[in-house]
C-alpha cells in the first residue's frame, strides 16, 4: 500500500462532502430551507402565546411599599383579584389547544422538510428518482393541508376569544384602565397566520420542482445508458 493512499482518500472523502453540499444552494435545496424556516416561524409564533401565562399580579395586597407602587384605582382586591387570577387561568386553560396544534402540525411539516433536504444533500433522489414523485405528491397535499389547517386554527381560536371567560375577563381588566387584554387576534395570531400562508405557496412550488427534477433525473440517466450501450 502507498503512503499517500491514506492522504488520497482523505482528500477524496473532502470533495464529496464538498459536492453534496452543493446541492443546498440549488433551487430545491432553497426551496426546502425555506420550508424549514417557515414551520420554525409557525411554531414561534404559537409558542409565544401559549408560553405566556401572564396575567394579574395582586402585589398591592402584599402591603407597604408594594401598595404604595402598585395599589390604588388600578388594583384590583379582595374577591376581585381572586376572581380575576381565576379567569385569567381559566383562559389560559382555554387558549391552548389551538396553539398545541399549530405547533404540533409545524413541527411535523419541519421534520419532514429536513429529512427531504438530507436526502437531497446525501444525493439519494439522484441513486432512486422515485423518492422525488414521492416528495412531489407529499409537497404538493401539505401545500393543500394548510388550507383547512389555517381555517381550524382562526376558527378555534375566535371561539377562544367569543368565550364568556375571555369577555369577562377583558371587562373587567378595562374596569381597571388596563390594555392589552381584549378578545381579539393579536400579532402572534396573524403573523402565524400569514406564515400558513406562506407555506402554502413554498410547499406547492417545492412540489414542481420535485417533479422537474425527477424528469431532469430520468432524462440524464437515460441519456447515460444509451451512451453506454453506444460503448
Not at 17 to 30: C, D, K, Q, V
Not at 82 to 100: C, E, G, M, N, S
Request: charged share 20%; proline share 4%.
Amino acid at each position: 500500500m502507498s503512503v499517500n493512499e491514506p492522504e488520497q482518500d482523505i482528500h477524496r472523502e473532502r470533495r464529496s462532502a464538498l459536492f453534496n453540499l452543493r446541492y443546498i444552494p440549488t433551487s430545491r435545496g432553497l426551496c426546502q430551507l425555506m420550508e424549514i424556516f417557515v414551520n420554525l416561524l409557525i411554531i414561534i409564533c404559537a409558542g409565544v402565546p401559549y408560553g405566556n401565562n401572564g396575567g394579574y399580579r395582586d402585589l398591592a395586597s402584599l402591603g407597604g411599599v408594594y401598595y404604595y407602587h402598585f395599589g390604588g384605582a388600578n388594583a384590583f382586591t379582595g374577591a376581585d383579584a381572586d376572581r380575576v387570577k381565576t379567569l385569567d387561568r381559566l383562559f389560559h386553560q382555554l387558549k391552548r389547544p389551538p396553539y398545541i396544534f399549530a405547533m404540533a402540525c409545524a413541527g411535523c411539516i419541519m421534520i419532514y422538510a429536513s429529512v427531504m433536504l438530507c436526502l437531497g444533500i446525501f444525493r439519494v433522489p439522484y441513486r432512486w428518482p422515485p423518492v422525488l414523485l414521492g416528495e412531489a405528491l407529499l409537497n404538493f397535499l401539505i401545500g393543500l393541508g394548510y388550507i383547512p389547517a389555517l381555517a381550524f386554527y382562526f376558527i378555534k381560536l375566535q371561539e377562544t376569544y367569543s368565550n364568556a371567560i375571555c369577555k369577562e375577563r377583558e371587562q373587567m381588566y378595562k374596569s381597571k384602565g388596563h390594555n392589552g387584554f381584549e378578545c381579539q387576534f393579536h400579532g402572534a395570531d396573524i403573523a402565524g397566520g400569514l406564515f400558513g400562508v406562506v407555506g402554502v405557496f413554498v410547499f406547492i412550488f417545492g412540489a414542481v420542482l420535485a417533479a422537474k427534477a425527477f424528469r431532469a433525473v430520468r432524462e440524464l440517466k437515460s441519456q447515460r445508458k444509451n451512451e453506454e450501450n453506444n460503448y
